[in-house]
């Protein structure tokens, strides 16, 4: 997890490959083969992030500070 959010996790979403590889692809346009091939180069995407949360929760055990930390991240005031 630590990993996860060390080389993936934005405010955003998840990237698709860590920023430093050498196959990253920072920007996504230009022509079709090129935008095609950043999807899975760096492309940031939301949908992953819950099924993030959740691995997080599970991994700490729901505890109370894990559940700070998700709140935190998510930018959410509710409560867990």
């Known amino acids: ?4 959010y060390e080389k993936l996790y934005t405010p955003y979403g998840l990237r698709t490959l860590d920023k430093d590889d050498p196959e990253f692809v920072p920007q996504y346009g230009g022509e079709q083969l ?3 091939l950043s999807y899975h ?5 939301t949908f992953p992030l819950g ?4 691995a997080y929760l599970k991994v700490n055990r729901g505890r109370k500070e894990a559940c700070e930390t998700v709140k935190e991240q998510r930018g959410a005031s509710e409560r867990c």
């Open 1 to 4: 997890m630590d990993t996860v």
């Open 34 to 36: 090129k935008r095609n």
């Open 41 to 45: 180069q760096g492309t940031v995407w």
């Open 51 to 54: 099924a993030y949360y959740l």
